[in-house]
């Protein structure tokens, strides 16, 4: 099978051996030279009479002009609303702006930026049942092609059912011309899919949940891609950064078709996750989600590095003081752990039973175990390539103070109900002294 976008949007509907229907949810990708350019003919492709743009300052600067004179140039009328300001965040406010900007008369969406742009617009198209185009600014992030948006909702981020964009635009002129730190953004969150697809399969022998290797090696090709072309991406090679454009459009297929995030979203996200919640209530510092992600795989590769070191040298569990654990992540938490609080009350990680079940499980299959583990790359090979496109590797490079790795990284299997590294530290029960050597 090709694992490019433009063939995975043409395959349609198909069987899959793992039981299920896989079919993406995007009608069309295009990214090459010029795309934006055709924004015009995508917008009357899919119905639109009039076209409401959703951007930012700095994306309209990059690549609106080029959408609105192509929805000009095709005979759509637009109604433009701009968010003030440098950056804005995914949250209550930024969404809710838009709702109320929105012109009615409008029948067709389209977002021009990235991340918190296309978030944004993928929940206004999903509440007005509209067509909605992402004409991309920046390879940033893994969420142009998801049905889903990851937003911060009463101070937890949390991904919430949106709208698939219909078509994707990547204008490789526009691209290569990103922010340095976006490009590396883009391929970090690329990289942190290796641990992602590995925790999906550790997850299928821990817990029994749903796993699909066809999904699993879709991932793995893009990533082969951009790993392949990492040395020319800030050099604006256009062959790199269509890689990683692509790439990142079918980490959203692979979610979409899998139909959770289990593919491309691991305990590396949720570092990233912990740094947004923290710095949204106490003013802390973070920096993009994909810069957060590569940094957040380094944690993770070395962690099961650790991991693997005390399995074979053998190491007796440590009893788990929920209680003190619980004061602590609400300390370092505050408010924005109020969420994860109440999570921890119902989920099944700390239920007695599920627990024995997943450590029963664990003890029969721990070779199986150590088998996927033993397929992730090493910290120090992805720490090398990264510093090899200049992007930050370590907490401390983006303000976070590396003393807090510890807590953070035992606070990511309480964001929510996933099976990730932390989760089997905890069932090992040597989550403190993992913690510890991250």
Same mark, same amino acid.
């Given at each position: 099978?090709?694992?490019?976008?433009?063939?995975?949007?043409?395959?349609?509907?198909?069987?899959?051996?793992?039981?299920?229907?896989?079919?993406?949810?995007?009608?069309?990708?295009?990214?090459?030279?010029?795309?934006?350019?055709?924004?015009?003919?995508?917008?009357?492709?899919?119905?639109?009479?009039?076209?409401?743009?959703?951007?930012?300052?700095?994306?309209?600067?990059?690549?609106?002009?080029?959408?609105?004179?192509?929805?000009?140039?095709?005979?759509?009328?637009?109604?433009?609303?701009?968010?003030?300001?440098?950056?804005?965040?995914?949250?209550?406010?930024?969404?809710?702006?838009?709702?109320?900007?929105?012109?009615?008369?409008?029948?067709?969406?389209?977002?021009?930026?990235?991340?918190?742009?296309?978030?944004?617009?993928?929940?206004?198209?999903?509440?007005?049942?509209?067509?909605?185009?992402?004409?991309?600014?920046?390879?940033?992030?893994?969420?142009?092609?998801?049905?889903?948006?990851?937003?911060?909702?009463?101070?937890?981020?949390?991904?919430?059912?949106?709208?698939?964009?219909?078509?994707?635009?990547?204008?490789?002129?526009?691209?290569?011309?990103?922010?340095?730190?976006?490009?590396?953004?883009?391929?970090?969150?690329?990289?942190?899919?290796?641990?992602?697809?590995?925790?999906?399969?550790?997850?299928?022998?821990?817990?029994?949940?749903?796993?699909?290797?066809?999904?699993?090696?879709?991932?793995?090709?893009?990533?082969?891609?951009?790993?392949?072309?990492?040395?020319?991406?800030?050099?604006?090679?256009?062959?790199?950064?269509?890689?990683?454009?692509?790439?990142?459009?079918?980490?959203?297929?692979?979610?979409?078709?899998?139909?959770?995030?289990?593919?491309?979203?691991?305990?590396?996200?949720?570092?990233?996750?912990?740094?947004?919640?923290?710095?949204?209530? +106490?003013?802390?510092?973070?920096?993009?989600?994909?810069?957060?992600?590569?940094?957040?795989?380094?944690?993770? +590769?070395?962690?099961?590095?650790?991991?693997?070191?005390? +399995?074979?040298?053998?190491?007796?569990?440590?009893?788990?003081?929920?209680?003190?654990?619980?004061?602590?992540?609400?300390?370092?938490?505050?408010?924005?752990?109020?969420?994860?609080?109440?999570?921890?009350?119902?989920?099944?990680?700390?239920?007695?039973?599920?627990?024995?079940?997943?450590?029963?499980?664990?003890?029969?299959?721990?070779?199986?175990?150590?088998?996927?583990?033993?397929?992730?790359?090493?910290?120090?090979?992805?720490?090398?390539?990264?510093?090899?496109?200049?992007?930050?590797?370590?907490?401390?490079?983006?303000?976070?103070?590396?003393?807090?790795?510890?807590?953070?990284?035992?606070?990511?299997?309480?964001?929510?109900?996933?099976?990730?590294?932390?989760?089997?530290?905890?069932?090992?029960?040597?989550?403190?002294?993992?913690?510890?050597?991250?």
């Amino acid at each position: 099978m090709n694992y490019d976008s433009a063939s995975l949007i043409e395959k349609g509907a198909y069987r899959c051996a793992c039981g299920k229907i896989h079919k993406a949810s995007i009608k069309a990708s295009y990214v090459a030279p010029g795309a934006a350019a055709a924004a015009g003919a995508y917008a009357k492709r899919f119905g639109g009479t009039k076209a409401f743009v959703l951007a930012d300052e700095n994306t309209f600067a990059a690549a609106g002009r080029q959408v609105t004179a192509s929805l000009s140039g095709a005979g759509v009328p637009y109604q433009v609303f701009l968010y003030p300001g440098e950056r804005i965040e995914p949250d209550e406010k930024t969404v809710g702006s838009a709702v109320l900007h929105f012109d009615e008369t409008c029948d067709i969406l389209i977002s021009v930026g990235s991340g918190v742009l296309n978030d944004v617009g993928k929940i206004l198209a999903g509440m007005r049942g509209l067509p909605y185009l992402c004409v991309a600014t920046a390879p940033s992030m893994d969420g142009f092609a998801s049905s889903t948006s990851s937003v911060i909702r009463d101070r937890l981020k949390v991904s919430v059912n949106s709208r698939c964009p219909d078509a994707v635009l990547g204008d490789t002129d526009i691209l290569k011309a990103a922010p340095k730190i976006m490009l590396q953004a883009g391929l970090g969150d690329m990289l942190a899919k290796c641990v992602s697809v590995a925790e999906w399969q550790i997850g299928r022998i821990v817990t029994g949940e749903y796993y699909c290797p066809e999904i699993a090696a879709m991932i793995r090709a893009a990533l082969r891609k951009c790993i392949n072309g990492a040395e020319g991406l800030l050099q604006g090679d256009d062959e790199a950064v269509s890689g990683v454009m692509d790439g990142l459009i079918v980490a959203g297929i692979a979610a979409d078709w899998a139909g959770v995030s289990r593919p491309v979203s691991g305990t590396e996200h949720y570092f990233s996750h912990i740094w947004d919640m923290r710095a949204a209530a +106490l003013g802390t510092p973070s920096s993009l989600h994909g810069v957060q992600c590569a940094i957040g795989t380094v944690k993770t +590769l070395k962690g099961y590095e650790k991991l693997r070191g005390m +399995l074979d040298a053998g190491v007796a569990p440590e009893p788990f003081n929920k209680a003190a654990w619980l004061k602590t992540l609400s300390d370092y938490m505050g408010e924005a752990g109020g969420q994860m609080l109440k999570n921890a009350e119902t989920c099944a990680l700390y239920d007695p039973q599920a627990q024995a079940e997943r450590q029963e499980n664990i003890r029969k299959h721990l070779f199986e175990i150590l088998g996927v583990i033993d397929t992730l790359p090493s910290y120090g090979e992805i720490t090398s390539l990264l510093r090899g496109i200049g992007a930050p590797t370590s907490p401390e490079e983006i303000g976070i103070p590396e003393s807090e790795t510890a807590v953070c990284f035992k606070a990511t299997k309480d964001i929510r109900d996933k099976y990730i590294l932390s989760s089997l530290a905890f069932d090992l029960g040597v989550l403190d002294r993992l913690a510890e050597k991250i």
